[in-house]
């Protein structure tokens, strides 16, 4: 066997591959990282930057899951997941679909979170020379994902009349023969906004009409405030271009359970599994046992939402009476846990003198491609929340 070497001489510094060369780091989990530092060096901080709920995981899942490992969840499952949980969400997906092709537990890929779902979907549809329209702003990752994939993100902005959603106008206006989809994602992340069924439908018949792929992430659907949010499976009559993404982390509180998922035409979920099956193999066996407690005991999942929907509107309601009574300019969120505002500047400088001078962090809206605005999360206690948007108020 050939001796082992230490010599360095020639060893070439790293530098990322053209594959990672362009790619940035996740601003809204920078946000959290660096507020946990400043708490971890003894500052009050108030994280108002997180993208996840602040409450614990329902009992019942947490007991449902502890059951699952005493019975043996520990081993490998199939890669795109296990049937029952399969097919809880495929039962899910068919009480809102109406079309010819309801979701079978074939064409539904389970993942490790629902970021995973959605890099999925971006790296088996797109490739390089494709256009995929980004309706902007929109979540961060969106845009990395399809580069990784090589195609090329194409921000269409919305305007702030349409509480910065965008129209099928505005899609079909930034169309090229290259596009290939449109990513879709209401209620909104960072703006809260969401999709009528009247403006989703624009935009659905204009995909048709064009043959795009849609990608309708409706990881927020079950955190509205003033009427349910509409999913796209209620709208369309058959799911041949459709992707539709969901998880159970903003929902049923599970962020660290890391469970999402694709439904897809089977074709695409047969290619979505071959990849998964050579980067991450199946989602963690136990997360998968807390999802199917969490989509299949309805009462008790019902309850839970009920309950952290009624907590996210009062913090809601409460910072919107700040904002209000300052004149301060802001997206009125009907969904998710953000609020998206506009502090006429710099919004990375303004986000960073806010944690640097009173302990308040939220995201610079540079991260969703409109630098002049900051996203706050209200996934946070109310009085927190409420400090947080005054101290906001009075640094503007
Ligand atoms: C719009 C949107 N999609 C997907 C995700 C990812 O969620 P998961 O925890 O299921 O990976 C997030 C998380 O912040 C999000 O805001």
């Not at 702003?137 to 305007?159: I, N």
């Not at 599970?254 to 290619?271: C, F, K």
């Not at 199946?282 to 998968?288: D, I, R």
Request: proline residues 6%.
């Amino acid at each position: 066997m050939p001796a082992v070497t230490t010599a360095t001489a020639s060893l070439v510094p790293f530098a990322p591959s053209s594959n990672v060369a362009q790619l940035k780091e996740s601003a809204t989990i920078a946000v959290s990282a660096r507020a946990r530092a400043l708490k971890a060096a003894g500052r009050q901080v108030i994280d108002l930057g997180a993208g996840e709920p602040d409450f614990d995981t329902p009992v019942f899942i947490r007991r449902a899951a502890q059951k699952a490992i005493d019975s043996g969840a520990t081993r490998y499952t199939a890669t795109e997941g296990i049937l029952p949980l399969r097919e809880a969400i495929a039962a899910q997906a068919n009480a809102l679909y109406r079309g010819t092709d309801p979701v079978k537990p074939g064409d539904v890929v389970v993942s490790t979170g629902s970021k995973q779902s959605l890099f999925n979907t971006c790296f088996v549809l797109f490739g390089a020379g494709d256009e995929v329209l980004v309706p902007t702003p929109s979540w961060t990752s969106y845009y990395e994902m399809v580069v990784l994939a090589k195609a090329a993100p194409v921000p269409v902005f919305g305007s702030r009349s349409r509480g910065l959603k965008v129209t099928a106008g505005e899609l079909a206006d930034a169309a090229t023969p290259r596009t290939r989809g449109v990513m879709l994602n209401s209620p909104c992340n960072p703006t809260g906004s969401v999709y009528s069924a009247e403006e989703l439908r624009d935009i659905l018949a204009l995909a048709a009409d064009r043959g795009w792929w849609v990608v309708s992430d409706e990881i927020y659907l079950q955190i509205a405030y003033d009427a349910p949010a509409t999913s796209v499976l209620s709208l369309v009559p058959d799911r041949e271009r459709l992707i539709l993404i969901n998880g159970v982390a903003k929902s049923y509180a599970m962020t660290g359970w890391r469970i999402g998922w694709a439904i897809a035409p089977r074709a695409v979920s047969a290619s979505m599994t071959a990849l998964q099956s050579h980067t991450t193999s199946n989602a963690a066996a136990v997360s998968q046992h807390a999802a199917v407690a969490a989509l299949t005991d309805t009462a008790a999942a019902e309850a839970a939402v009920t309950e952290m929907v009624r907590h996210f509107r009062a913090r809601r309601d409460a910072a919107m009476d700040v904002l209000d009574a300052a004149g301060v300019q802001y997206v009125r969120p009907e969904g998710a846990f953000y609020l998206y505002i506009d502090v006429g500047g710099d919004g990375a400088e303004f986000a960073t003198r806010l944690l640097d001078s009173s302990g308040i962090a939220v995201v610079p809206g540079s991260a969703f491609l409109t630098p002049e605005w900051v996203r706050v999360s209200y996934a946070a206690p109310i009085e927190h929340v409420v400090e947080g948007v005054r101290k906001l108020v009075a640094a503007l």
